[in-house]
């Protein structure tokens, strides 16, 4: 499930990153790798506050709704 369509505080760990390969490294660069924790902490008009490996990460919908979940 994409990251955009979760619950918010809820802990799911990330299954793959998905788009071009730009995206997918800078996501990678970030700490949002295959395995690691990630929670939506809040969302305000398709803006993304996200934690991962312990680091609050502003991210817009597009880097949000390719990260895949479970």
Known sequence: M??????????YT???????EEMIHRLEDLGFVPGSQVCV???????FLVM???AKIGLG????KRIIVA
């Not at 994409?2 to 802990?11: A, C, E, G, I, M």
């Not at 990330?14 to 071009?20: E, F, L, N």
């Not at 919908?61 to 949000?64: G, L, M, P, T, W």
């Open 52 to 54: 991962v490996k312990g």
């Open 41 to 47: 902490l809040s969302e305000i008009n398709g803006n």
């Open 2 to 11: 994409p990251l955009n369509l979760v619950d918010k505080n809820k802990t």
């Open 61 to 64: 919908r597009e880097y949000v």
């Open 14 to 20: 990330i299954q793959r990153i998905a788009g071009k």
